[in-house]
């Protein structure tokens, strides 16, 4: 039983919160001071919905429709009616971690007190969560403005018991019939709580969350990755001096070159690079790599710094103020999120690709410096790793069209009232899909550097102790080494799960210490 518990109060989340309920299905309570503003809060919208004119969002219809008084025996009906029209979604189910992610930062903004809910309906909605169940949430139906519309319709549908779930067991079953199961009570909504329950930025802010999670190891990982192969090949270390990243001084450089240079402390392989095939310098996919990685870390660094903003946002049409006015707004519309997606997408491509080269040039007996071709046992008889780049250089590919923003599209909708969208659950969409992309591309260049280095090592040559710990990691994992050729992808699905489980990462820091 998971015992970690987040409270949610009314100012906001941390991505850690994020994702202790998204994967590790931590337990949710709501801060008294959240459900006090909450009561406070639709108290003023009782007030309105009271009041003979029209009050968007309480008291008229939606989007190009927004033009209609709805009478007060109407409005339990709109918001029924709001909630099963836009659960329009199609195609895949949405993945259970971001489901949560989404439900979770709804929550959150519910928790605000100022979308003017019921507190009844955010603990309604953390039961859910605390139970177990995840509504079945749709591919397609997002344009990433007006909030992520139809997932999270899909969402407050489960919430007023209907449409499908999944329970804890992983069945999808009727939302109903889980919910009786728990003993949830289905939510009859009032003014306004439809409209609060689908209008926000949440799917791709989860997702975007769990994106910054992921790629934060994985530039680690990368960095690694980078010193192993220039150790592999006999380059010189000397390039990775921090009074050279000094003097051009972004943060993330100069942790990727600081990263490298642990890693490669002690090393007997590196500063060949003048012997039996001298070169006066090396290669930019090794000599760069801090420049590369480390423009992605600051890339980066940039997108927490959005997400915590949005984490600590109320996002809402329209919101309840401090001094009780309703007003509408735009803050539903999802271009800081998308464009930071998007970003991440590019950096993460660059870093495949950059990562990618390093494989080919050890693969390559023109440019290995004394390695096999393919670093094959019996090159000609055994072919080694040369599918192993293809597969390699077929994930840069994808990742290369992953890259392409979908921040700069717009397809113009609800009449022309929403006229401008930002498309940014399309673009965590494809980055979920380039992060897991990115890993595996990593995972491919530790398996042929650290086949490389062990047949350094026959050869004589002496690793670096972090390079020698990761070598003993790996091969304890399950991940064979040197020899004749074998059925390949299990190998690299190990290596794959070695990379994404953080294990390359913890294996260097036994004897570097902490990276950054």
């Given at each position: 039983?998971?015992?970690?518990?987040?409270?949610?109060?009314?100012?906001?989340?941390?991505?850690?919160?994020?994702?202790?309920?998204?994967?590790?299905?931590?337990?949710?309570?709501?801060?008294?001071?959240?459900?006090?503003?909450?009561?406070?809060?639709?108290?003023?919208?009782?007030?309105?919905?009271?009041?003979?004119?029209?009050?968007?969002?309480?008291?008229?219809?939606?989007?190009?429709?927004?033009?209609?008084?709805?009478?007060?025996?109407?409005?339990?009906?709109?918001?029924?009616?709001?909630?099963?029209?836009?659960?329009?979604?199609?195609?895949?189910?949405?993945?259970?971690?971001?489901?949560?992610?989404?439900?979770?930062?709804?929550?959150?903004?519910?928790?605000?007190?100022?979308?003017?809910?019921?507190?009844?309906?955010?603990?309604?909605?953390?039961?859910?969560?605390?139970?177990?169940?995840?509504?079945?949430?749709?591919?397609?139906?997002?344009?990433?403005?007006?909030?992520?519309?139809?997932?999270?319709?899909?969402?407050?549908?489960?919430?007023?018991?209907?449409?499908?779930?999944?329970?804890?067991?992983?069945?999808?079953?009727p939302a109903a019939e889980l919910l009786a199961a728990h003993g949830i009570e289905p939510i009859e909504l009032r003014e306004k709580e439809g409209l609060a329950l689908i209008?926000?930025?949440?799917?791709?802010?989860?997702?975007?969350?769990?994106?910054?999670?992921?790629?934060?190891?994985?530039?680690?990982?990368?960095?690694?990755?980078?010193?192993?192969?220039?150790?592999?090949?006999?380059?010189?270390?000397?390039?990775?001096?921090?009074?050279?990243?000094?003097?051009?001084?972004?943060?993330?450089?100069?942790?990727?070159?600081?990263?490298?240079?642990?890693?490669?402390?002690?090393?007997?392989?590196?500063?060949?690079?003048?012997?039996?095939?001298?070169?006066?310098?090396?290669?930019?996919?090794?000599?760069?790599?801090?420049?590369?990685?480390?423009?992605?870390?600051?890339?980066?660094?940039h997108a927490r710094l959005v997400a915590d903003r949005e984490l600590a946002a109320a996002v809402d049409n329209p919101v309840v103020l401090e001094d009780g006015r309703v007003?509408?707004?735009?803050?539903?519309?999802?271009?800081?999120?998308?464009?930071?997606?998007?970003?991440?997408?590019?950096?993460?491509?660059?870093?495949?690709?950059?990562?990618?080269?390093?494989?080919?040039?050890?693969?390559?007996?023109?440019?290995?410096?004394?390695?096999?071709?393919?670093?094959?046992?019996?090159?000609?008889?055994?072919?080694?790793?040369?599918?192993?780049?293809?597969?390699?250089?077929?994930?840069?590919?994808?990742?290369?069209?992953?890259?392409?923003?979908?921040?700069?599209?717009?397809?113009?909708?609800?009449?022309?009232?929403?006229?401008?969208?930002?498309?940014?659950?399309?673009?965590?969409?494809?980055?979920?899909?380039?992060?897991?992309?990115?890993?595996?591309?990593?995972?491919?260049?530790?398996?042929?550097?650290?086949?490389?280095?062990?047949?350094?090592?026959?050869?004589?040559?002496?690793?670096?102790?972090?390079?020698?710990?990761?070598l003993a990691a790996v091969r304890d994992a399950g991940v064979p080494g040197p020899g004749r050729d074998r059925f390949l992808s299990p190998d690299l699905e190990a290596a794959?799960?070695?990379?994404?489980?953080?294990?390359?990462?913890?294996?260097?820091?036994?004897?570097?210490?902490?990276?950054?």
């Amino acid at each position: 039983m998971n015992m970690h518990t987040v409270v949610l109060g009314p100012h906001g989340a941390t991505p850690e919160d994020v994702l202790a309920v998204a994967r590790a299905s931590a337990h949710i309570e709501l801060a008294p001071a959240a459900t006090d503003g909450m009561a406070a809060a639709r108290h003023v919208v009782d007030s309105l919905a009271a009041r003979p004119e029209p009050v968007y969002g309480v008291s008229t219809g939606f989007g190009a429709l927004a033009v209609r008084h709805i009478s007060p025996e109407l409005r339990a009906q709109l918001q029924r009616s709001l909630v099963r029209s836009h659960a329009a979604g199609m195609g895949p189910h949405v993945e259970r971690e971001v489901v949560r992610a989404l439900m979770f930062l709804r929550l959150k903004t519910l928790a605000s007190g100022r979308t003017g809910v019921r507190p009844l309906v955010a603990e309604t909605m953390a039961a859910l969560l605390n139970a177990g169940i995840t509504p079945v949430v749709h591919e397609y139906g997002s344009l990433g403005c007006s909030g992520d519309l139809a997932p999270l319709a899909h969402c407050a549908q489960v919430l007023m018991g209907e449409g499908e779930a999944e329970g804890g067991d992983g069945v999808v079953r009727p939302a109903a019939e889980l919910l009786a199961a728990h003993g949830i009570e289905p939510i009859e909504l009032r003014e306004k709580e439809g409209l609060a329950l689908i209008n926000g930025t949440d799917g791709m802010l989860g997702m975007l969350v769990m994106a910054c999670a992921d790629l934060g190891g994985l530039f680690t990982a990368a960095d690694i990755t980078a010193a192993l192969s220039l150790e592999a090949l006999l380059g010189t270390d000397r390039v990775l001096a921090p009074e050279l990243h000094a003097i051009r001084p972004h943060p993330g450089q100069a942790a990727s070159a600081a990263n490298m240079a642990k890693v490669l402390a002690g090393s007997g392989l590196t500063g060949h690079h003048q012997d039996d095939a001298p070169r006066v310098q090396d290669a930019y996919s090794i000599r760069c790599a801090p420049q590369v990685a480390g423009a992605g870390r600051d890339t980066l660094a940039h997108a927490r710094l959005v997400a915590d903003r949005e984490l600590a946002a109320a996002v809402d049409n329209p919101v309840v103020l401090e001094d009780g006015r309703v007003e509408s707004n735009g803050n539903f519309h999802g271009a800081p999120v998308g464009y930071v997606l998007d970003f991440l997408a590019i950096a993460a491509a660059d870093l495949g690709s950059i990562a990618e080269r390093r494989t080919d040039r050890l693969l390559d007996r023109n440019r290995s410096h004394g390695l096999p071709p393919f670093l094959a046992d019996d090159p000609g008889v055994d072919s080694g790793l040369m599918i192993a780049q293809y597969t390699q250089a077929a994930l840069v590919s994808e990742m290369k069209r992953l890259a392409v923003p979908a921040s700069v599209d717009s397809v113009p909708s609800s009449a022309m009232q929403e006229d401008h969208v930002s498309m940014g659950w399309s673009a965590a969409r494809k980055l979920r899909t380039a992060v897991d992309a990115l890993a595996r591309i990593i995972a491919v260049e530790m398996f042929a550097a650290t086949r490389a280095l062990e047949i350094r090592a026959v050869a004589g040559g002496s690793p670096a102790p972090a390079t020698a710990a990761v070598l003993a990691a790996v091969r304890d994992a399950g991940v064979p080494g040197p020899g004749r050729d074998r059925f390949l992808s299990p190998d690299l699905e190990a290596a794959h799960a070695f990379v994404r489980s953080g294990a390359l990462v913890r294996a260097a820091e036994t004897v570097t210490g902490p990276l950054a």
